[in-house]
């Protein structure tokens, strides 16, 4: 993002968020592999038309994906833009497309291959492009843990609710245990499902979007959830705990949407007289407890669409959409800003970037597969079974 660029939504660039869009300057969330072929340099002159180029030769057989979070400099060379479960979705509709290029995060480019035919082959542009809030829960961890909800003597009790955001192996564990997906727009249709099932709810991995949708949208107090620390003995919990909770919380959450704090909704409306605030409900309880909109980057967008020439809003979601929803909708009269004065993108995300994307599509049309996700037959029965149990939601 350039100067000018952050100083139309009135935001300062930290040296932080800068170091976090360095390559390899984050190496905790590295899984590990490098990219097997020789990249091309950021300052070719002719990257956009080499990926141009790589994308006709292939026609048909590619179908590229770009999550609403993605880079402009991506996005413009998606078939279909969307989140998560939208765009693969998308990529089971099309069979013909043999090749499905993924410019989003690991867990993502994972759905896709569970949700799209044997003859497809789902392709993540750069490997490091994992997501921070799937990498807190691990099957090890989650086994652990239930392995104390069954000592506490209250599995049986618990129905497992995982959101989108979470690894193939989570996936499948919720669909072994009786549990469904959700994501962000229907999370609480799918609690409302599990506690017709059970008496508690084991929700991972994101803490906020469990919390935010048992409290703010189902009624539930703030003392009917409790939060298992995978990194404490019996998760910080005593047995009494677990017997009294309803919500059982994973200590999970998104980088991105957790530094919103109430200072950046209070600065904000000091700053923009009559301004309208509009939440992910992956944010913090507090933050969405100030906000006058929460609702999904889907839900966003449509709200935006609707919204009248004039009106004025702050946007607490990733700042690459946030962007693109500014410049879109500026020759409406609608003045939009970001919720924090400070650059927060998904660093990881932004790991997918044009030189990825060139050597990828480019190593597919001259016929070498390159950076394939591909999840193992037993995961993604379970875990396609947890996802049918969503899509069968009332
Ligand atoms: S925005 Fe948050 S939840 Fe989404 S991919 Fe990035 S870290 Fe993960």
Request: glycine share 6%; with cysteine; proline share 5%.
């Amino acid at each position: 993002m350039t100067t000018a660029q952050t100083r139309e939504l009135d935001v300062q660039p930290t040296p932080l968020a800068l170091l976090l869009l360095g390559r390899e300057a984050d190496p905790r969330s590295e899984r590990g592999v490098e990219c097997p072929g020789d990249l091309p340099s950021p300052s070719d002159p002719d990257l956009v038309e080499r990926a141009r180029a790589a994308k006709e030769k292939l026609g048909d057989k590619v179908f590229v994906l770009g999550h609403h979070y993605q880079r402009d400099e991506v996005i413009q060379f998606a078939d279909v833009t969307g989140d998560s479960f939208k765009l693969a979705r998308d990529a089971a509709a099309r069979p013909q497309a043999e090749y499905i290029v993924f410019c989003g995060v690991h867990f993502m480019a994972e759905s896709a291959d569970i949700l799209t035919g044997d003859g497809q082959k789902v392709v993540l542009p750069d490997l490091a492009a994992g997501c921070s809030m799937a990498d807190m829960a691990t099957a090890e961890q989650v086994a652990e843990c239930w392995d104390v909800l069954t000592e506490a003597g209250v599995a049986e009790q618990v129905v497992p609710v995982s959101y989108m955001n979470s690894s193939a192996d989570i996936k499948a564990f919720t669909g072994k245990h009786g549990g469904t997906i959700c994501t962000s727009s229907n999370a609480r249709r799918a609690l409302d499902w599990a506690f017709e099932q059970g008496e508690k709810v084991l929700f991972l991995p994101d803490q906020h979007l469990g919390r935010n949708t048992a409290v703010r949208d189902m009624g539930m107090s703030l003392e009917d959830c409790v939060v298992y620390n995978p990194h404490k003995p019996n998760g910080g919990l005593t047995a009494d705990e677990l017997r009294a909770a309803k919500m059982i919380l994973w200590r999970g959450h998104c980088s991105v949407h957790g530094r919103f704090s109430l200072d950046s909704v209070d600065d904000v409306r000091e700053r923009i007289p009559g301004v309208n605030v509009l939440v992910h409900p992956e944010c913090r309880h507090e933050v969405v407890a100030a906000a006058d909109y929460v609702g999904s980057t889907e839900y966003i967008i449509k709200t935006l669409e609707a919204a009248p020439a004039g009106s004025k809003w702050a946007i607490g979601t990733e700042l690459n959409l946030v962007r693109r929803l500014a410049n879109r909708f500026a020759s409406e009269g609608k003045e939009i800003v970001f919720l924090d004065k400070t650059v927060c993108f998904c660093s990881t995300m932004n790991r997918i970037d044009l030189p990825h994307l060139v050597w990828a599509l480019e190593s597919l049309a001259e016929g070498n597969l390159v950076n394939r996700i591909e999840v193992d037959k037993e995961t993604e029965a379970f875990a396609k079974l947890a996802l049918e149990r969503m899509l069968a939601l009332p």
